[in-house]
């Protein structure tokens, strides 16, 4: 049986739509009202008792990739989640924006990418932070010009969570 470029169209419209829902239910809350207030969290740092982990729900878009926008180094950047990549890889603009500069002390390093081996140099990001999870001392590579179109969230980020699983179009990462 066929189905109708109308049928097909309304059904990706609807798969669109419950997952803007699902992003907006999951995710939005965390950036709104809902956190906790710098004094609650301050007492709950002090409060004895086991550490309840933070967690964070990314829907996929359309492509079935996983956009996320941490705040590194305190300064807001948009990756694609690359479970796959063995080391958090940046763009060179997003590494002159975060005033990473390539320089004579700077290590550099022959990366095998799906276009090729390239030559990037080693940098440490002091912290990336992911709604309520923050993760400090990330091993990075800043990639050359043109090398990369977003910069990609890898497993030296990844590895350091308690875990992160996929399941049906949605990305859950614990803290």
Known sequence: ????????????????????????????????SEAPSIAAATAEQKAPGPRIPSTLAVAADYRGHYIVH??????????????????????????????????????????????????????????????????RNVEAVVLPERALTMSLLGNSFLSKLQGYEVQTGRMVLRG
Request: overall charge positive.
């Open 1 to 32: 049986m066929t189905t109708s470029p109308l049928t097909w169209a309304l059904s990706v419209a609807g798969a669109a739509a419950v997952g803007a829902l699902s992003y907006t239910q999951l995710v939005a809350p965390r950036m709104t």
């Open 70 to 135: 941490p705040s590194v180094d305190n300064y807001r950047i948009k990756m694609m989640v690359d479970t796959g990549a063995s080391i958090v890889a940046l763009t060179a603009a997003d590494a002159r924006a975060l005033g990473i500069k390539n320089d004579a002390s700077t290590r550099k390093m022959m990366l095998s990418t799906a276009n090729g081996t390239v030559v990037g140099f080693r940098t440490t990001l002091r912290e990336i932070r992911l709604g309520d999870i923050v993760v």
